[in-house]
């Protein structure tokens, strides 16, 4: 199928974009205040690494010029299962007052490639692209911010390198299976169905990826599907640009979407177990209304951790686009109150 655009529509799309983004800027200087920088979404901030035959895209924020007198803390920034970086864009420019911020791509999506990591390694291999891209950056200690899958990751993180973990959050994130920890309960029948139909996307990816950018990508839908799915059961409204982040979970590559979704279902409690012993600060949001990872799941457990804090928030799945001030200001005071 051959698609033409002529001139005028493309200024059109052009025209159209620029509006959305000065809405979008408005918005956000009435609800935060005039940042002094604003979130920057361009190339000119990307970084990479290459590590072990795959090449990671991060960005790296010094924290804000400022006349007062403050530590200097690191908080690195993991997004969730084949969500992209920018679902942390409305909580950076005022997180990135007091903290340096490191926000990295997951290995395989967008412009950062698989390299070797299967199944059995990709967790550790996120670890790894981490602590690759830190030691060019910070040598101290750092507070790790997990969404969803980002919160294995920093379990995984914390298990391989524990001297450079200052504390550590999870925001709406599975400490083991995510199966066994989402609001209808773990069945057997569902992980071996659900691993199969993954096998079968990673074998089909090149078809699968042509008909979500073509198809699924485009369908209005399909988005008010995704947008009901992430904020859950209640009645709370996701700010930010859920339209970009569901067109990049569109865009996300099949193989890296099925090859993440089965190393989920491999974790066990280890890494929960180590973070236990530790006895590190621990923050964990979770929300009221989220049917992806329940709050009670941790509330059942919450209670093992010895310094652990439980926030349930009345939000969906992403908190910081739902609820973005609270979980600034949990992030921050959390931060502040770590010993690195």
């Known amino acids: ?13 052009v025209r159209r974009i620029e509006r959305r983004t000065a809405i979008v800027k408005t918005a956000f200087e009435k609800r935060h205040g005039n940042a002094p920088t604003p979130y920057q979404d361009d190339e000119q901030l990307d970084k990479y690494i290459e590590r072990e035959g795959s090449i990671v895209r991060y960005r790296w924020r010094e924290p804000l010029p400022s006349d007062q007198p403050r530590p200097k803390n690191t908080l690195v920034l993991l997004s969730g299962w084949t969500c992209h970086p920018c679902m942390y864009t409305p909580i950076i420019p005022m997180l990135n007052r007091n903290h340096a911020i490191l926000n990295i791509e997951n290995k395989g999506h967008w412009k950062s490639t698989m390299g070797k990591s299967n199944d059995r390694t990709y967790l550790s291999d996120m670890a790894m692209d981490t602590h690759a891209a830190l030691t060019r950056h910070d040598d101290n ?29 999870m925001i709406c994130a599975p400490y083991k299976n995510p199966l066994e920890t989402w609001m209808f309960g773990n069945d057997p029948i569902v992980n071996v169905a659900l691993k199969l139909l993954s096998h079968s996307i990673e074998l089909n990816g090149p078809i699968i990826d042509a008909v979500k950018r073509n198809f699924f990508a485009k369908s209005f ?13 209640g009645n709370t409204e996701i700010n930010g640009s859920f339209e970009k982040l569901f067109d990049k979970f569109m865009r996300t ?16 409690e280890d890494g929960l177990d180590q973070l236990k012993e530790s006895g590190l600060p621990v923050l964990v949001i979770t929300g009221q209304n989220d049917v992806i990872v329940s709050s009670r799941a941790w509330a059942k457990i919450i209670h093992q951790l010895p310094n652990a804090k439980l926030v349930t928030l009345p939000v969906g799945h992403l908190p910081t686009m739902e609820a973005p001030e609270e979980t600034i200001r949990l992030i921050d005071e959390f931060a502040r109150g770590c010993k690195f």
């Open 221 to 233: 839908i399909m988005q008010e599907l995704g947008r009901i799915i992430v904020e859950g059961i």
């Open 1 to 13: 199928m051959r698609l033409a655009f002529s001139e005028t529509s493309i200024r059109r799309t």
């Open 253 to 268: 590559n099949s193989e890296a979407f099925a090859i993440a979704f089965r190393a989920m279902l491999r974790e066990n």
């Open 141 to 169: 200690k750092v507070v790790l911010v997990g969404h969803s899958m980002g919160g294995l990751v920093s379990l995984k993180f914390h298990s391989m390198f524990p001297d450079q973990v200052a504390g550590v959050v």
